[in-house]
């Protein structure tokens, strides 16, 4: 017997702050960052099945009051930050020299309303790129910043959506959408999703039938965001 196990997480942090409520106001046109760690060509990538059924429902019914921007990290020049780069990127934030090619992937995170990630499940969480992605993301000064010892967010971001598929089922062993959660977390984005579906591999007949499934969910879920 094929168990079809589709899930859908929704953690309130608090609630969305007037900052960014007002920001909404002042610009009413919603600019959606979706950052595509599939590492498949997106043909063939089930995430990114699942992310678009979404994020297409969305702005369908949204019609031209959204933008979405697309960052596929598995055709960027990404690479780990080096001690080299990480004295580079301090000098910058010292002359905020924010318009430096280094900040490009900070600048859209912090400038962006809404929020989507899309990732396959790899080894208990994503592809590393995504991780080394959030590195260039955590940015002092562009995308938060202290005061005192507490952390401070300078994300105009409400929302955000992670989405993901795995082969097999996570059992509680998903730290990927765990990780997701905490940078929701910090950046103080008011809500938090998380699109699942598993066990794509486990009957090839009936993979389709489960991804047919997630995007049904997916599609109501946009009606909702």
């Not at 780069?85 to 924010?98: C, N, S």
């Not at 992937?105 to 080394?132: C, E, G, H, M, Q």
């Not at 971001?157 to 910090?186: H, I, W």
Request: net charge neutral; charged share 25%; glycine share 4%.
């Amino acid at each position: 017997q094929v168990y079809l196990r589709l899930t859908i997480i929704k953690t309130e942090h608090k609630i969305i702050s007037s900052s960014k409520l007002l920001s909404r106001q002042e610009n009413p046109s919603m600019k959606i960052l979706f950052v595509n760690c599939c590492m498949k060509p997106d043909k063939e990538s089930r995430t990114y099945r699942l992310a678009t059924a979404f994020l297409d429902k969305y702005q369908e019914l949204n019609n031209k009051d959204v933008h979405i921007f697309e960052v596929a990290l598995k055709n960027e020049a990404i690479r780990p930050i080096s001690n080299k780069d990480l004295a580079y990127r301090l000098k910058l934030i010292q002359e905020q020299a924010w318009g430096d090619r280094v900040f490009r992937y900070a600048t859209k995170f912090a400038n962006a309303d809404r929020i989507v990630i899309a990732a396959p499940y790899w080894d208990l969480s994503f592809p590393s790129i995504l991780k080394i992605y959030f590195e260039n993301v955590f940015v002092t000064n562009l995308t938060f910043y202290y005061e005192g010892t507490e952390v401070k967010s300078l994300c105009k971001a409400e929302k955000l959506l992670y989405v993901t598929t795995s082969g097999g089922y996570v059992e509680g062993m998903d730290f990927g959408t765990d990780y997701v959660r905490g940078v929701a977390k910090m950046f103080e984005i008011g809500s938090f999703d998380a699109l699942k579906a598993e066990g794509l591999d486990i009957d090839e007949s009936a993979a389709e039938a489960i991804l047919s499934e997630s995007i049904a969910v997916a599609e109501d879920l946009a009606t909702k965001w």
